[in-house]
């Protein structure tokens, strides 16, 4: 392994001991199948995640009109900018425990977490006084529209104060993925989007002796649903005895230990960094669409809550084949390696067309869920025409990098990544879109796509397939 990113198997442990949601090891000729089975329960994680902001975004649009559901299209990429290097080390934490759960090492497992968790809240604390104090600075950088400034406000603040929370969640829910288990996360994913669908409604628009907070009740509903379901999933697992409960040995552990977020940091940095140049480079192309106003932006918010249902399956198939990658390396399985790769890219394929021809056929009807106004509906509908054929793409791409991922290969990735979004995306859009107005921003997409799948596919069939893998694998 690279670096030390492969861990020894332990004697004995509590590990062994563990049966996951499902069998994440099997006869790598049924490997399709174990994929599958551990991707549904984390696609309809995605989903529930989808609809949460869905029930959020169609109360915002259709009862308190474009101008609402512009304020909070504004902060989401902002907020993924927050979030961005938590992810980032999410994803290597999973990484890391995928290896560790492989060679049965629960000790690692714990390590891992405390670690994890313990840099999450320190991240969370520092970023929520950043945003806390500059909520308004920052949204103003952004060319927010000063009609929906003050909304824009109102809902940010409070988010950006709980982000410790919000950090602590993502980075748990990583953690016990990379476990193999997709299937206790969506179980508290269910309760978090019932709740958020409970919430919203109430405290936006004032029922049941609430008051009506209009807009910032969005962001109030979502701090109380990610708050209680952060309980709920501690009790949970401590009930289920799962390996990663909060105990003794783990409240132990949190503390940072410098060789595992040496670690973290050698696989989250290019990650976190990665996911932070595209967040920006979705708050660049947010400056573009709001120069064209409130219905632009309105309608740049409602794709993305569309699209999300196309892009989130696929992502979470990139994380699946991550974490099979990774424990197939753990466990030292050199045949079932081989095959994780190829399922990956096949089964993006085949889940992505249904999703896209879905979305074809059905776009309208779901655009109108959350716009009323027909020029914000026309520019909506034009953005998915132009680039839900191009996920297809993003998704074989995401496999491709996820795989490699698990070996702790991040560096390339991000590299490929940036190149493809600031070299390709942000310079296709501005020039387009001052010769063929607003949908010149929206081909910027599937031309970053194509440009970034052949980096990574020359990069993985011409030096990682045939240097790296074989050095994994023998």
């Known amino acids: 392994m690279q670096d030390g990113l492969n861990t020894a198997p332990a004697e004995t442990n509590d590990a062994a001991m563990y049966t996951p949601a499902v069998d994440t090891m099997p006869h790598p000729n049924r490997l399709w199948v174990s994929i599958l089975v551990f991707l549904i329960p984390l696609m309809l994680s995605n989903t529930l995640q989808s609809v949460s902001g869905t029930v959020g975004a169609i109360i915002l649009g259709r009862t308190?009109?474009?101008?609402?559901?512009?304020?909070?299209?504004?902060?989401?990429?902002?907020?993924?900018?927050?979030?961005?290097?938590?992810?980032?080390?999410?994803?290597?934490?999973?990484?890391?425990?995928?290896?560790?759960?492989?060679?049965?090492?629960?000790?690692?497992?714990?390590?891992?977490?405390?670690?994890s968790l313990t840099t999450a809240v320190f991240l969370g604390g520092v970023l929520a006084i950043v945003g806390g104090v500059f909520t308004r600075m920052v949204l103003s950088s952004l060319g927010t529209p000063a009609s929906i400034l003050p909304v824009t406000i109102s809902f940010a603040r409070p988010i950006f104060v709980t982000l410790p929370i919000l950090f602590v969640s993502i980075m748990y829910t990583t953690l016990v993925q990379g476990t193999g288990d997709s299937k206790r996360p969506l179980h508290l994913l269910a309760l978090n989007t019932v709740l958020n669908v409970v919430f919203s409604p109430i405290l936006i628009l004032g029922w049941v002796g609430f008051p009506r907070f209009g807009v910032a009740g969005a962001a109030y509903a979502f701090i109380a649903a990610q708050t209680i379901t952060l309980m709920a999933m501690i009790f949970y697992l401590r009930k289920l005895q799962h390996p990663l409960k909060v105990d003794a040995e783990v409240l132990r552990k949190l503390r940072i230990d410098r060789e595992i977020l040496r670690l973290l940091l050698r696989l989250g940095i290019p990650s976190g960094v990665e996911m932070i140049m595209f967040s920006l480079s979705e708050i660049a192309v947010m400056r573009l669409v709001n120069g064209y106003g409130p219905h632009a932006t309105a309608a740049y918010g409602a794709v993305n809550q569309v699209a999300s249902y196309v892009t989130m399956p696929l992502i979470s198939l990139s994380i699946a084949i991550s974490i099979f990658g990774a424990q197939s390396i753990g466990a030292n399985d050199a045949n079932r390696l081989r095959k994780v790769i190829k399922s990956g890219v096949w089964m993006n394929y085949a889940l992505g067309s249904i999703l896209m021809v879905l979305a074809y056929v059905f776009a309208h009807n779901i655009l109108t869920w959350f716009i009323t106004n027909p020029a914000t509906l026309a520019i909506a509908y034009r953005l998915l025409m132009i680039t839900l054929w191009s996920y297809l793409i993003l998704g074989n791409l995401l496999v491709l990098a996820g795989f490699m991922k698990s070996s702790g290969t991040v560096l390339w990735p991000m590299i490929f990544t940036i190149v493809a979004t600031w070299l390709v995306e942000l310079p296709v859009a501005y020039v387009l879109s001052h010769h063929i107005g607003i949908d010149g921003i929206w081909i910027g997409y599937p031309v970053s796509y194509l440009v970034g799948l052949g980096m990574q596919s020359l990069y993985y069939f011409r030096w990682w397939k045939r240097k790296e893998h074989r050095r994994l694998i023998g």
């Open 64 to 115: 308190l009109g474009v101008d609402a559901l512009a304020a909070v299209s504004v902060f989401f990429p902002l907020l993924l900018l927050f979030i961005s290097f938590v992810i980032g080390l999410g994803n290597g934490s999973s990484v890391l425990t995928a290896q560790a759960f492989g060679a049965k090492n629960e000790e690692r497992m714990k390590a891992v977490m405390g670690t």
